[in-house]
């Protein structure tokens, strides 16, 4: 009897993932077979194939790494530093807070900071350099990136970092290991999960960024993203829209599986 009360609890569960998860994906697969003309088709698929788009698709996954490998090298070293702090909780929370904070509304503040007129060129008219062209360029563009994607980096080493035994450190330092020594045989290793974890939360959904490269990045920076919302919304050509969403799905879900298979690996 409980048994089916407990299945009966379920159901708003399974409605709420049928109609707003796979609903949308097989529909949206569903789409990809069509052409604009709404006739079935595979010529998507073998657009998707073409140079222009295996270009896109390969500026796409070169920004998402930039993105994640600034993310790591900023990241991990204030997770260590938040760990050694006094006052954890209270710089967590100083870094969670700007993600309360609405996306577009962030995106528009670093068009003013980053502007002609803006505080950025202001600084560097003050020490001498002059006013600089900083909007609608790549570093614009991952600079704000990073900016955004840095907690999802920050807490998952910040955990790995908290869950590692001090005395594993203390037992490396007694056999003689210099910091460094610790860091790369000990406490790197150790941390590899966080690492991927963050890697994983950064590269996924900078594969698919689309307003920050035409706010920020003044479609200078052309991704899968910018090329799905142009052709769901000015081109209207929602098949060859879908067909780009399917394979960036697709490889998400390869990064998400080949991350995940070396997490449990790593655990064991």
């Known amino acids: 009897m409980e048994r089916a009360w407990r299945n009966w609890y379920l159901i708003p569960y399974a409605a709420w993932l049928?109609?707003?998860?796979?609903?949308?994906l097989v529909f949206l697969v569903y789409e990809s077979f069509l052409?604009?003309?709404?006739q079935w088709t595979l010529a998507n698929y073998e657009k998707?194939?073409?140079p222009i788009y295996l270009k896109m698709m390969a500026y796409s996954f070169w920004y998402a790494l930039l993105i994640t490998l600034a993310s790591l090298l900023i990241g991990y070293p204030t997770a260590y530093w938040l760990t050694k702090t006094r006052h954890k909780q209270l710089w967590l929370l100083l870094l969670i807070l700007p993600m309360w904070v609405n996306?577009?509304?962030?995106?528009?503040?670093?068009?003013g900071l980053f502007g002609t007129y803006g505080l950025a060129n202001a600084f560097l008219q003050a020490i001498g350099l002059g006013a600089r062209q900083l909007l609608f360029t790549?570093?614009?563009f991952v600079f704000v990136s990073v900016y955004i994607f840095i907690p999802f980096?920050?807490?998952?080493i910040f955990n790995a970092l908290e869950e590692l035994p001090p005395s594993l450190i203390d037992a490396?330092?007694?056999?003689?290991?210099?910091?460094?020594?610790t860091f790369r045989r000990v406490v790197f290793p150790l941390t590899l999960s966080g690492v991927k974890a963050g890697c994983q939360a950064v590269f996924i959904p900078a594969l698919s960024l689309f307003m920050i490269t035409r706010l920020i990045a003044g479609n200078r920076v052309i991704t899968l993203g910018t090329a799905i919302e142009q052709h769901f919304l000015v081109t209207r050509d929602w098949g060859m829209g879908a067909t780009i969403a399917v394979v960036l799905m697709i490889a998400?879900?390869?990064?998400v599986f080949l991350t995940g298979s070396g997490r449990k690996e790593g655990s064991r």
């Not at 980096?153 to 998952?156: G, I, N, Q, R, S």
């Open 18 to 24: 049928v109609l707003f998860v796979i609903a949308p």
């Open 103 to 111: 996306l577009l509304l962030k995106v528009y503040a670093f068009l």
């Open 48 to 50: 998707v194939l073409t």
């Open 153 to 156: 980096m920050v807490l998952p």
């Open 138 to 140: 790549d570093f614009s």
């Open 172 to 181: 490396a330092r007694d056999l003689g290991a210099s910091g460094w020594t």
């Open 252 to 255: 998400m879900a390869v990064i």
């Open 35 to 38: 052409d604009i003309d709404g």
